[in-house]
């Protein structure tokens, strides 16, 4: 049998009633009751700051916080700021990742860009030169992201553009659009990420011109977005590729689970261990305060709040996420209630 034939048999098994009712998920009432709850619960949390190395970023309200539940069939349950748009930044990088494995195999991920952790920061040059053989080591760090932005088949800068927001945009089921003032913001500091995309260009691991290259993929981190729209997004990954508003495929459901295995082992940044051994969820977070976790199968959890920890992860997000993943009992590895 194919791999999308039985993982499609053990979800069905796994989750559908007689009725076809998704009956292992909690009930209606119990999602928006812990989205409530862990609004109130840290709502008041003062902990970490906005990132400040995109200037821009350090005048988005820092008192904004959204979290929302979005399931595989895209009931959305939410609280807080879950329409505010902010900018994705590398949240953005799995659904590009997700791009290059539908145009060319997820093989390629693996063979041309690398996916393994790097236990180091998101933006490390380091890394590039310690992992000699992969160099851009997984696409959810900068170098790898980058190398993803210059490995989508493309005609021209435009179309290679045209080709990321598209993509996202049916991963969120709804026309997304840049936030121009943080592409400047970011596009005329990014002194450390074109360092990066010159080091990958060196070592033949970069695969379009380095600087298309950075103005794409910085162009793909200005793309605004709301909680609502990670979460469907994360919701789109759920429900095996399919995107539950527009019912779109956007991906092949043979990839999802690669693409998971890499957002549950490098989704965090340098935390993806301390995640994984506290949530159990794949995620991915950006440095613009969103994160968005995928029970697979069933829904996404998303959250978004500017202040961020010493790794450039959403203090208050994380701690939604996590709470609700432990109170619903949905980490992967088994229930973990708190
Ligand atoms: N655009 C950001 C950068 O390249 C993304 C970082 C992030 O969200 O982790 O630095």
Redesign the pocket.
Known sequence: MKKTAVTVAMLAIATLGVTGVNAADPAPKDLQRVVNEAHARYKNLQDGKNADY?PILTKTPSELFGVVIATRDGRLYTAGDVDYKFSI??VSKPFTAALVMTQQGPKVLDEKIGVEPTGLP??SRLAIELYKDQRSVNPLV?AGAIAAVSLVQATSEQDRWNKVLGNISDFAGTPLTVLEDVYES?YTTSFG?RAIANLLYNYERLYSDPEEAMRVY?RQ?SIGVSAKDLAIMGATLANLGVNPLTNKRVMNADDVPELLAVMATAGF?DESGEWMYTAGLPAKT???GGIVAVVPGRFAIAAFSPRLNEA?NSVRALNAIRDIAGELGVGVFGPNPK
Do not use: A, R, W
Request: charged content about 5%; overall charge negative.
């Open positions: 995109i930044q590398s998101f933006n900068n970011e990420n910085t981190c940044y950006g440095v613009g450039g």
